[in-house]
């Protein structure tokens, strides 16, 4: 359980960030329900279009740390390109991982389809001290990558705490970053995967678009569930 003098502190730090956001999310386009993102099409040829694309189209999503990385490049490519890359933490048979650290203390982790060594969704894992950094960070963010197509908020079940989740949707790829506020903190997860897989995770987690009635009620975690907190599962 978190003190209620910390409780009070991220409050305070949450509605400064909440100002910062409400310009960006009146000029950002109206959220996209999960179950209307785009799926590929079933016949072999244009699933192989839709491989094609979404290699294609990754890159533009990658951070700039992870330059050469793509959604679909095998794991022998991936290794070549990242040689820090290691097998990862919680890795099984049926959903391989690799990750490694950035200089900046931040995790990559890799999924790789276990049946096609290839690249499926990437994952970079950080925490900030201070949930006023946020701010600063999100704006780097929409200098990157533009304005976001979409907020959710997550709510609180018995094995999640609640998240905001922010999407920039593309034709065939979505960039999504996850934040969890939490203990005068916030863990960060910025995930790379197909439109689909967000649009699967997004309806898991019962998430909902942010109005601009709730943009300003940040959800907090007053206890963590149990979940990995630097990691924002979307398997």
């Known amino acids: 359980m978190l003190r209620p003098w910390t409780s009070l502190v991220i409050g305070f730090a949450v509605i400064a960030l909440v100002v ?5 999310r009146a000029s950002a386009p109206a959220s996209v329900a999960p179950g209307t993102l785009p799926s590929a099409g079933s016949s072999v040829s244009s699933a192989r279009v839709a491989l094609t694309e979404i290699a294609t189209e990754s890159v533009r999503w990658m951070p700039d740390e992870l330059h050469g ?11 070549a390109t990242r040689p820090g890359m290691h097998e990862g933490r919680g890795s099984r048979a049926d959903a391989p991982l690799w990750e490694e650290t950035l200089a900046s203390g931040a995790r990559v982790v890799a999924q790789v389809a276990p049946r096609a060594p290839v690249l499926v969704k990437l994952q970079v894992l950080s925490r900030l001290e201070q949930v006023a950094a946020l701010r600063g960070h999100f704006e780097a963010l929409r200098a990157r990558y533009g304005n976001p197509t979409g907020f959710w908020d997550c709510p609180e079940s018995a094995d999640s705490s609640p998240v905001r989740r922010i999407t920039w949707q593309g034709e065939r790829v979505t960039l999504m970053e996850a934040i969890l506020v939490y203990g005068g903190g916030a863990s960060v997860t910025l995930v790379v995967s197909a439109n689909e897989d967000v649009a699967r995770a997004l309806g898991a987690s019962a998430c909902v678009p942010v109005t601009a009635d709730t943009l300003a009620r940040w959800p907090i975690a007053r206890v963590l569930r149990g979940e990995r907190v630097e990691m924002m599962d979307i398997r």
């Open 20 to 24: 910062g956001l409400i310009a960006w």
């Open 69 to 79: 990385v793509y959604l679909g490049m095998t794991v022998a490519a991936l290794r």
